[in-house]
């Protein structure tokens, strides 16, 4: 596919920004102390690839990570890739570093409390509490501690407390189902379980013990399980965790030894268990949050995230800068569109994180974030979940005003980063990402395995990352983690996106590569057809299949539609036409079906390549853990729909 160059230019870093960033600052500190000096990010990016070791040696030593260490990259094979031989390490100790203790760390608010804020001196006090509870139930190194706690302060205070003993945490969000809670816990054997009683969402109270009775009984390693009275009043908290004079201490580790456990969304078995090590994403995070999002001082960063899902490890990892963060628990549209942004002149925030899905629901509310609102603080706006439409880009710069920076971003769950995304020292371009991240050796390969520019391929990683994962739990030989990423190009990370790296250094990421649109051998990411579909107003929500069995070709296209909408020959028109001017006429979907809802999994992402298989003839039991999914009856109308199919 032939790149578009006419993509405007809609934001240019101001010269008191490039002055001020940390990314100039520490290409200034290269040349000064490792006589390496470059022209543009370009030149810096090349040079922190092509020089992986001593990029990464730059990143320890001008962040003052403690402690010394043999060799950077003893091994750079993939999988397996050995970094900073002989160092040990502690994520939370470097994190309370230095912090002034009535420095505000966290700002937060929910639908169920007040809004309030945490001290440095308070979090570090929770923390130690925790961590004298913790290690009164005997946890250790190597340990599980689970939490199936919402995005508030206390779970931030039990993982900091959690990873200084040198134990391994892994988090769930109050709204997953049990089925979906035991799936990943269990895997990892836990010593602990914490827990709220209930949480609010939408208005609406839910709780939770009768849950947690039924996860206790299904994990037998369980020695206990601590309640926090968040929806009601009753729980053990403070009785486990009671406040303490012993200061909060920290175990260094070796670089490699687990931090946590994040999962894949589990659509198709039990969800991956990935794990991520204390000394890489120390490393990583620290590169990703001062360089490439420039947290700084004074700043106060948001993402809207769950404890579900990696945007919330990665939140925390900001307090790694001298930052602080904002915390929100609850339903992003309760009262209405407008409670983030509220949300964000009340906290006086500077950056506000989010996903492309919401900027899509703020547009078709017709959101106006400005309007009645000091949003002045706010100087970013950053996007990730999902490809940011072309559209999304202007409503931004419209409603927020030309000198706001937006970030698209682009990684996952198993890097824990972003590997594509926001520079604060280059222009964004209408619908496209600034650049590829530092330390991150992205390119574009076509089907032979060569990289191309300007051209969608598969997105792929030549050269390991700290943050990649140091194995799956479960996976002692590591063929799981082989077949996952390995198996097309053996030695090479395969993401599963289509990624267009164009000739100035911007990608854009059009979808991911196991649901492509093949026609005719143009090929497309569901993502571009997903943007001309929801640019009508009638439009809220679409799933697109292409299905091939022979020389027969069905690609139905599945759309939600706004209230009092009808899918009439009209609206049909209007689809089909709005695919054929903005994407081609070949991939103008065979029939367009009006569904209710389209299936998603608990972290938002849409089930294309499930529902692809049922429309196939798998069986659906098969195709999808309908506990992964956050609306598991939205499969019923496909199976139903391959039942009809087969009888024709």
Same mark, same amino acid.
């Given at each position: 596919m032939s790149a578009r160059t006419d993509a405007p230019v809609l934001w240019e870093p101001p010269a008191a920004l490039r002055e001020r960033a940390t990314m100039t600052r520490y290409m200034r500190w290269l040349e000064a102390e490792r006589g390496v000096s470059f022209e543009d990010y370009d030149g810096l990016w090349r040079w922190s690839t092509d020089e992986l070791e001593d990029f990464w040696a730059s990143i320890w030593e001008y962040f003052g990570v403690q402690g010394g260490y043999e060799q950077v990259l003893a091994d750079p094979s993939m999988p397996g890739a050995k970094w900073f031989t002989g160092a040990e390490v502690s994520y939370p100790e470097h994190l309370f570093r230095d912090k002034p203790g009535d420095r505000v760390a966290i700002r937060h608010a929910s639908e169920l409390r007040e809004p309030g804020e945490w001290t440095w001196d308070e979090l570090r006090e929770q923390t130690a509490r925790v961590a004298a509870g913790l290690r009164a139930m005997g946890v250790g190194r190597g340990d599980r501690v689970v939490a199936y706690m919402p995005n508030i302060p206390e779970t931030i205070a039990a993982f900091l407390a959690t990873a200084s003993l040198g134990a391994v945490w892994s988090s769930c969000s109050p709204d997953f189902g049990a089925r979906s809670v035991v799936d990943r816990f269990a895997q990892i054997e836990p010593k602990v379980l914490l =827990?709220?009683?209930?949480?609010?969402?939408?208005?609406?109270? &839910?709780?939770?013990?009768?849950?947690?009775?039924? *996860?206790? $009984? #299904?994990?037998? !390693? *369980?020695?206990? !399980?601590?309640? *926090?009275?968040?929806? $009601?009043?009753? $729980?053990?908290?403070?009785d486990a965790f009671p406040a303490t004079e012993a200061p909060l201490e920290f175990a260094r580790v070796p670089f490699d030894h687990p931090l946590w456990v994040l999962y894949s969304s589990g659509t198709t078995g039990l969800p991956k268990a990935i794990v991520h090590s204390q000394g890489g994403i120390l490393l990583e &995070?620290?590169?990703?949050?001062?360089? &490439?999002?420039? =947290?700084? #001082?004074g700043d106060r960063i948001f993402w809207f995230t769950t404890t579900g899902w990696m945007m919330w490890n990665f939140l925390v990892s900001v307090l790694l800068t001298e930052a602080s963060i904002v915390l929100y628990d609850g339903n992003p549209a309760t009262p209405d569109m407008g409670v983030l942004w509220d949300l964000a002149e009340r906290t006086g925030m500077t950056c506000f994180g989010t996903s492309a899905a919401y900027i899509a629901g703020c547009m078709k509310a017709e959101v106006e974030p400005a309007k009645g609102r000091d949003l002045s603080a706010l100087r970013s706006v950053g996007s990730t979940g999902s490809p940011l439409a072309p559209e999304g880009f202007e409503w931004v710069y419209e409603r927020l005003g030309r000198e706001t920076w937006l970030f698209s971003t682009s990684g996952g769950t198993d890097v824990c980063s972003a590997f594509v995304g926001g520079v604060p020292i280059l222009p964004v371009y209408r619908g496209e990402l600034q650049g590829r991240a530092l330390g991150a050796k992205v390119e574009a390969y076509d089907e032979d395995g060569n990289p191309v520019i300007d051209e969608v391929g598969e997105l792929v990683i030549t050269k390991p990352m700290p943050s990649m994962p140091i194995f799956f739990w479960d996976d002692p030989d590591g063929e799981r983690l082989r077949e996952s990423y390995f198996d097309m190009f053996p030695g090479v990370w395969r993401h599963g996106d289509w990624i267009r790296i !164009?000739?100035?250094? !911007? =990608?854009?990421?059009?979808g991911r590569s196991d649901s492509t649109i093949n026609r005719g051998g143009i090929r497309m990411g569901t993502a571009e057809i997903?943007?001309?579909?929801? =640019?009508?107003?009638?439009?809220?929500?679409? *799933?697109?299949?292409d299905i091939q069995r022979g020389d027969d070709a069905w690609m139905p296209l599945f759309v939600v539609l706004r209230e009092g909408a009808e899918l009439d020959d009209g609206l049909v028109k209007a689809i089909r036409a709005r695919i054929r001017e903005d994407c081609s006429p070949r991939h103008v979907p065979s029939e367009v079906l009006e569904v209710e809802e389209v299936p998603r999994t608990l972290s938002g992402k849409v089930l294309e390549v499930p529902v692809k298989k049922i429309l196939m003839g798998t069986p659906p039991e098969k195709a999808a853990s309908r506990d992964s999914l956050a609306n598991p009856t939205s499969l019923d109308y496909f199976v139903e729909l391959a039942s009809t199919r087969a009888d024709d």
């Open positions: =827990a709220v009683d209930g949480y609010r969402y939408g208005g609406k109270d &839910h709780d939770r013990r009768e849950l947690i009775e039924r *996860l206790e $009984g #299904e994990m037998p !390693t *369980l020695g206990r !399980t601590v309640i *926090l009275p968040y929806l $009601g009043a009753e $729980g053990d908290w403070d &995070h620290l590169k990703k949050h001062n360089l &490439h999002i420039d =947290a700084q #001082e !164009t000739d100035r250094g !911007t =990608a854009v990421i059009t997903y943007r001309a579909v929801l =640019a009508l107003d009638e439009v809220t929500d679409a *799933l697109v299949v």
